[in-house]
């Protein structure tokens, strides 16, 4: 028997509502697998912090790093003030966890409805690099409030961490049928970062002469995605060209409520952590309506991650199947859909 | 007689192509108003980058400055390495005349093609900030060409910068019938800049109690402008974010070769600046293929802004008319499209 020593962070809002569907279906994908997994819940999120002061302690940080992956489900609450929940919880265990990839696949499965008109094919990976850019916290206001006010956010990129983050992209297009790479910047104003991302996809791309590559500007991407997403294969980007490039690819996808999303650190270093791309959603929370498909899809993700991916594809083809049957547009609880992926599993 | 005195920067590629078109259509437009144009043409772009290793002299910069108006078609080749005439020429302006607005309208027309299934009303103005945030061209790189390269950019935003932004934003948002204004931002991850953005609109909302305020974080409203556009009216946000979103908005509401743009100092210290959104599309540039109704509109917008509302309503009407019978999907040549809106001017 092995065992999957799992750390779960359900978090707030509709993050404790599709985190359960997940290990439902994980449970029941891996039955009779020889691979059973062991649950650690770390209950961190608003209450904690509003319990405790703090997003996550220094215990909780060296107890999950012992883990062998992390199913999140979503952080972010009204009632604290932004940002502290998301860089204190989150955005640390990406950076202390060396999550420099951000693996956010982009499908759209027949049956599922999409606010484009002629979406033809859409299949591509986007790979956001995680632990740098304008996500570092490096910034800071002087003289705030008053009149001479001045707030800074310094994006800082650097070989190390560009260079390794495109070897991963490349070497996932070279695996795919259509081995074909876009970088995503905007080098013709952020020259400085726009130019290292530039040769360093240049250098790379000379050991992989079987992958094509092209470039986009972040402000064009946003418009292929919507008039041309058939173009994409790879996409390779900074933290926050792929925060929102990879929330419009969920869109035009059938919502973010069907996007996954894998904060990997590829040598096993630290274990991967993975999530939905949504929110917490407090919109819509406690109602059991939110969409669990994405932190299914997550769990998928994971498997993946950790070497069962035969439990992984069974699990996105159960996925597909509840997709596929969606077409009626009837709206199901949060658990009636979490039931379906998982009877799907048995067919 | 009333005379603009317009200069006319043609640019690159496709540029060159657009801007006669808008020429044409003002002229008619103005004809037998008392108003007439006197344009200067400056032959600013690659090939005078390519001759001069400048891509804007001081000289030039002052002469600019003495004019009522720039229209500009657009900048950027591929000869060219990426950035010097973006940032040496475009963004150059927008920086030394204070173009401190920088004003997208986004309006779907009956008869033009939107990749949305479902687009609804589509009907809101872009309010981006022009001098400040990623493109101030604050930042470096050290080590460069070494696997020690560290490259940053700054985003800077001031107090002053932001307020007067927003104040305009407030203003516009006043004037419309919906009186709705949403912040777009980042501001869970971005505290710094975020929370001066923040707490500007918060300030300024105060006078103006008719207006309702909402925010989303930029990923988020690259979401809602596919799969609910209509719940915008007036977005106020940084340089950066106003970039992506109005690409995104331009693809929404019929490509960005609809899509027009006022580099605006609202208080006349300097000329303000007309345009479309797209670039100088090097890929189709020199064969007539461009539609030039960014640019036209990018003229009425301009007559806007001088104070000449009549005729600026007559073009755009003269745009809509042509824009209701596209149906037909007949591909015209740039000036076909230049020569219709004439032509509908007259009716
Ligand atoms: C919650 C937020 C900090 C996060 C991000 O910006 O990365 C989210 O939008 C995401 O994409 O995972
Ligand atoms: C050409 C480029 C510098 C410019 C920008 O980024 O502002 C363009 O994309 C625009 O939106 O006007």
Redesign the interface.
Known sequence: MTTIDLAVIPGDGIGKEVVPEALKVLGKALSGTGVEIATTHYDLGAEYWQRTGQALSDEDLEAIKGHDAILLGAV?DPSVP??IL??GLL?RLRFALDHYVNLRPSKLYPGVP?????PGQIDFVVVREGTEG??CGN???V??????????????????GV?RVVRYAFAKAASRPAKHLTLVH???????????W??TVEAVSAQYPEVTVDYAH???A??Y???DPGRFDVIVTDN?FG??????A???TG??GLAASGNINPEGAFPSMFEPVHGSAPDIAGQGIADPTATISAAALMLDHLGHTRPARRIEAAVEADMAGRADGRSRSTAEIGDAIAQALEA
Do not use: C, M, W
């Open positions: 972010g932004s940002g998301e860089r955005l999409t606010p484009l008109a002629e304008l996500y910034g800071g206001v003289r705030q409030g008053t009149p001479q006010e001045i707030a800074t956010e310094v994006s800082v990129n650097t070989a190390f260079e905007k080098h013709n104003v952020l020259v400085h970062a726009g130019g290292l530039r040769r972040v402000d064009a946003t418009i995605l919507v008039a926050l925060d929102i490039l990879t929330d419009e969920g869109a035009i919502g973010i």
